[in-house]
Nanobody, 124 residues
């Protein structure tokens, strides 16, 4: 069982940057494909970004391409999401997720483990 814990959320103004982190309990961290999702009130969970086991492949949702960057440090069992030029529509709870596969997936059901989420609020 992999436990994930996000951090780094907060309240920022539009145009600002934030860096989210997600620490995993699993020592064999490089066995897992990882992703970030977000959910705004009243909306479905949305795929933000995914990364394969060694960080060699990444994939982004259309709404964040060019602004967000996903990365991972397997030695630290940590995944990151660098968010630049934040917009009000980026507001939501951000979740990190891990799947029992080394490759990327952009669908929530493909992920087996989830963190509790961290709130990001962007004021316009």
């Amino acid at each position: 069982q992999v436990q994930l814990e996000e951090s780094g959320g907060g309240l920022v103004q539009a145009g600002a940057s934030l860096r989210l982190s997600c620490k995993a309990s699993e020592r064999t961290f490089d066995n897992y494909g990882l992703g970030w999702f977000r959910q705004a009130p009243g909306q479905e969970r949305e795929f933000v970004a995914g990364i394969n086991w060694d960080g060699g492949n990444t994939f982004y949702g259309d709404s964040v391409k060019g602004r967000f960057t996903i990365s991972r440090n397997n030695a630290k069992a940590t995944i990151y999401l660098q968010m630049n030029n934040l917009k009000s529509e980026d507001t939501g709870v951000y979740y990190c997720a891990a799947r029992n596969s080394r490759i990327i997936a952009n669908q929530a059901p493909a992920y087996n483990y989830w963190g509790r989420g961290t709130q990001v609020t962007v004021s316009s």
